[in-house]
């Protein structure tokens, strides 16, 4: 089982959006999938329709009253399922500072399904701030993809996320939390500017940038108020296409 957090301190990036349909397409592969919200804003939640069964919480994990295993709950998609999150969330933070070992709360949760090996792949969404949930989803994951914004400021917020991640690596003791790639989102291709962006992050950090770069797309925006992924709502869209496409390249990567 991997666990991959979806991360950038930067909200409006594209992470929910990534996340949603990154999970998804890797359903679509026939990949047994959980996807963890763990943004008290609980957008993944909206965007796959809630939930089929009702009464999943995230929260309820954190503060050790229920196993993981009982709070998830299935989606409209096969393979697909998730831990829901809700507004209440955002209460644990005090919660947590107050505890023993803040950090490692969800990484402790998970323990049990890393052991049983009943989901190949954990996606983490997570909450657009420095704060103590997204600590514990970084702490929890194998491994980061951070979806970047094709925007003037891109290049900032990336040393920001990667300092970030530097410094919360030396505070996981068993050192794993590790940089899967960069995804370059919402692609304007009638700009320069978008090309200019990811020309400089490619410059910056080779390595890392995934080949498949998402187009800014209207049909993206709007899959998730009808509360699906866009494999779902447009199947033929540009957009289901470059997710796809990029799910490919994600499963490389992993096994690499
Ligand atoms: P984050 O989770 O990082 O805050 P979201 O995934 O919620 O970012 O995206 C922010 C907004 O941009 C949302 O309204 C979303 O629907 C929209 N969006 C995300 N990706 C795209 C895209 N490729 N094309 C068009 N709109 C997008
Ligand atoms: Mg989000």
């Known amino acids: 089982m991997k666990v991959v957090a979806i991360a950038n301190q930067k909200g409006g990036v594209g992470k929910t959006t990534t996340a949603i349909n990154l999970a998804a397409c890797l ?22 329709g809630g939930a089929v069964a009702p009464g999943g919480s995230l929260r309820s994990v954190l503060v050790g009253e229920k196993l993981l295993r009982e709070q998830i709950v299935s989606t409209l998609f096969p393979h697909l399922e998730l831990i829901p999150s809700e507004l209440e969330l955002a209460t644990i933070e005090t919660e947590f500072a107050a505890s023993e070992s803040p950090l490692f709360h969800l990484r402790k949760a998970l323990l049990p399904l890393r052991q049983a090996e009943e989901y190949e792949i954990v996606l983490l969404d997570t909450p657009p701030s420095l704060g103590l949930l997204m600590a514990n989803a970084l702490a929890a994951s194998d491994l980061v993809l951070i979806p970047l914004q094709c925007e003037y400021y891109a290049l900032e917020g990336l040393s920001k996320i ?27 291709v009638r700009t320069n500017l978008s090309q200019q962006v990811v020309e400089d992050v490619r410059r910056h950090v080779p390595d890392l940038l995934f080949q498949t770069i998402i187009p800014r797309s209207i049909r993206l925006a709007e899959a998730p108020s009808h509360g699906m992924p866009i494999t779902a709502y447009d199947p033929s869209s540009v957009g289901a296409i470059s997710y796809r496409h990029f799910c490919k390249e994600f499963l490389t990567r992993l096994s690499g």
Not at 27 to 48: C, F, H, M, W, Y
Not at 162 to 174: F, N, R, S, V
């Open 27 to 48: 359903a679509e592969q026939g990949k047994r999938v959980l996807l963890i919200d763990t943004d008290p804003q609980a957008n993944a939640t909206s965007g796959l």
């Open 162 to 188: 990667l300092d970030l991640l530097h410094k919360l690596g030396t505070i996981d003791e068993a050192g794993r939390t590790r940089i899967l790639g960069i995804l370059m989102t919402m692609f304007d």
